[in-house]
């Protein structure tokens, strides 16, 4: 999985929203290479998030979770049950970071629970030690900064050792600086720019989200942040791409039969 971060063309992938395993099937077929189910905006917890894990082994690519918190109990069991990277939305403090890395880390390294007998090991561990090693060297967490305060401490929240990856978050960001949800406002522009090329000059590998359902723009707003320097990229959601097709295949044949 952190062959992604390694690369230099782009990775893609997509948030799992709507909690079905065919439509991780889907994402998976369509050539995306990561799935982020989402369990902080998805309305369905790790029951349902470890099905769609499996669907996401079954086709091929990294299944990620986005969690609801900073939470040590929450984090340890989304990578018990088989994700391969943790959002954890809301860091906005190095405290916040160093309990999201040490959360994906067992003692003494970290605070993780172990337990010989989870998914991720193939429910029964015989080699703890070398299924530590394996799976510490292709886990852990990605640090999602999408507030004021993120953005204020954010030299601070990328110097914290073990952080896998920053994902910035435009549009909580947009909201959190006064701006309503307008993600292009300059003030959020300007944040987020100043972000990501903090992160990628420390050696941080930065994720970035592509909203727009519109190729072309998606396809401009890609290009730029690559740019820049950024290599992964979690483009719309399942909910968004699926929802503005049907939106633009029934406007089509109205408009067809229109009189």
Partial sequence: MVELFKRNRPALGTWSQIGSPEVVDMIGLSGFEFAIVDIEHGYFGLETAENLFRACNAVGIAPWIRVPA???????????????????????????AEIAVAATRYAPRGIRGGCPCVRSGGHYIRDWKGYVDRTEAQTGAIL???SRAGLDRFEEIVRVPGILAVLVGPFDLSLSLGHEGDYDHPEVQEAVTYMVRHAIEQGIPVVYPVFSPHLEQARDQLNHWYEMGVRTFVVGTDKLLIADQFSRYCTGLRQAVAV
């Fill in 144 to 146: 999602l900064v999408e």
């Fill in 70 to 96: 900073v939470d040590r109990v929450i984090i340890g069991k989304a990578l018990d049950c088989g994700a391969q990277a943790v959002v954890v939305p809301g860091v906005s403090s190095p405290a916040d």
